[in-house]
Each structure stands twice: as C-alpha cells, then as structure tokens.
C-alpha cells in the first residue's frame, strides 16, 4: 500500500528475502501488487491510504522497487489523472508489468486514455471511489465500458451490494472479472477497534466488515478469498464453476497462466467441501507444485 519510500523498499525487500529463504514461498508469491503510492488524494477515492505518502508516478522510483525486489514488481495501481499516467503506463507495460485503474477520482477520457496506453485491470471495482459522483458519465461506467479492461470484485458481501456485483458480472461477462480478497492483516481478528499504521482507528465488526472507525470507509476486508466464492455464489446466482474460474483461471492468466488443472500444469489445488444449504466451504488439504502443504 501507499507509504514512504523508504517503507516500500523496505516492504519489497523483506519479501524478496523471504523467498530466496522459503521456496515454498517462492512459489506462493509469484510477484508484487504495488497499491500507490500514485493515487487520488481525495477523501473517499483514496480509501484508507495515508494521504501524506500519495505523490505523483515516477519511472526512477519504479525502477528503485525492482531493484529492491529483484524484478519482482508485477501490478502496479494508479490513478490515470496523473498528468504523468500515460507516459508511465506504457513505460511499465512495456517491461511486462501490469497496470491497473484504482483509487482513483479520473474522468472517462482518463480512463479510456490509461487503457489505451496499457492499462489492463481495474483495482477492486466500485470502490476506492466518491461516494457521490455524476450518475453519467463516470469513471465506473467507462471502466465497464472499456473492454480492454479486466474488473476485479470483492465480494465479501460488505464493499459491493448484491445488486452491484451482479450487474458489474453482467457488464463485464465471466471472461473480464475476477475475484480478490483484499483481506488486511485484521482479517480474522476479535471485533474491536485497533490502532493500525495504515488507516488509524480500524474496527473490525463481528460479521467481518473492516473500516476507519467512526467513518464510512472501509480498511480492506476481513475474508480469505475462498470465502468470496460462496458468497459470488450467492449475490449474482453463479453456479459453483462459474465462481471458482473467478477465483482461479481468471486472475491466473495474469499471473503465468496459473489457475487451471491440465496436463503437465503446476500441481496447486485443493480440496474442499461445500455446504449445498449455507454454501460455506471447509478447505480439506492444499498442494502446492504437488506436495501437500496442508491436511484439516
């Protein structure tokens, strides 16, 4: 997320360490979604990123993550009003790296502009945005509009309405959206409010919501991704295949193609029950490149 320099550098190294130590590591976190620090400053675009740390895109810095990472950069969200966006999008794209549309306060021409120079991915749709807006146009029409770019959706039942998240599906169709977690280090906690470097004052409720206490804003999520798939179930009248390739195939072909079972593929599956009344899942095992990793 948004943060100092220092701060990220610090944050890209520590990962880079940890998986020339861990392989299996290595092999969980293929690269880096760096979430800022070129986004809105506005209160409600910018979400619960710290607005003294938001500044304008720079291709030295980016260059200071990689070598930080080494190399390991992968998807970057910014906001396309930037005057420097464009020119920096496609500098990045260009070096195989992602770039996607979020916490953002753009017109449509700056959004169509950022997907023609690259652009690719919207960051968690409808959210990240005012909370009052013109009803048309805006940026989350243009982002559904543009079919160069691939919506991804938390549905956790708290940052998209049931209605939103079905007809963003339909807009989009299954082919261009995925799902995310956008789960935060306070996923799983006891309710209660929490003081965070990212976001101050957090509480997390008992039905999982994470949010700025005392505001309407939401601090990220409090459900592992797995948990989205029963719920995308739910909200939008998906069958159990169509939810699972939003978790799966979809985002893995960002990602090296990951994400589908096939001959002579990466062995990364799991196992799980699912509960035909409630549709919660009960993970069983997991495996990793082929060997097991977890056993219930």
């Not at 991915?121 to 940026?139: D, V």
Request: aromatic share 4%; with cysteine; net charge negative.
């Amino acid at each position: 997320m948004t943060g100092s320099r220092g701060r990220l550098l610090d944050g890209l190294d520590a990962i880079a360490t940890a998986r020339r130590e861990d392989p299996l590591c290595a092999r969980m976190i293929p690269g880096v979604h760096m979430e800022g620090p070129s986004i809105a400053p506005e209160d409600g675009p910018r979400g619960a990123h710290p607005v003294e740390h938001v500044r304008p895109p720079s291709l030295k810095e980016f260059d200071a993550w990689q070598k930080a990472s080494g190399g390991l950069v992968r998807l970057v969200t910014l906001a396309p009003e930037y005057e420097e966006a464009p020119a920096y999008i496609r500098a990045i794209s260009a070096q195989g790296v992602h770039v996607a549309i979020g916490h953002s306060s753009a017109t449509p021409e700056q959004v169509h502009a950022a997907a023609e120079a690259g652009a690719r991915l919207s960051t968690h749709l409808g959210n990240g945005a005012a909370a009052l807006m013109p009803r048309h146009p805006n940026l989350i029409w243009a982002q559904l509009a543009d079919d160069r770019l691939t919506a991804t959706l938390i549905a956790d039942g708290h940052h998209l309405p049931d209605d939103t998240f079905k007809t963003m599906l339909r807009a989009k169709g299954l082919e261009r959206a995925l799902l995310v977690s956008d789960s935060v280090a306070l996923a799983g906690m006891e309710p209660g409010i929490y003081r965070q470097p990212i976001g101050g004052d957090v509480e997390v409720r008992a039905d999982g919501r994470v949010g700025i206490a005392g505001t309407p804003y939401l601090a990220g999520a409090g459900l592992p991704l797995i948990e989205n798939v029963s719920i995308a179930m739910r909200m939008a009248g998906l069958s159990l295949a169509q939810a699972l390739r939003l978790a799966t195939a979809n985002p893995g072909a960002f990602v090296d193609g990951r994400g589908v079972m096939k001959l002579d593929a990466p062995a990364d599956l799991i196992r799980f029950s699912i509960d035909g009344k409630t549709g919660s899942f009960e993970l069983k095992t997991t495996l990793v490149h082929g060997e097991e990793v977890f056993s219930a």
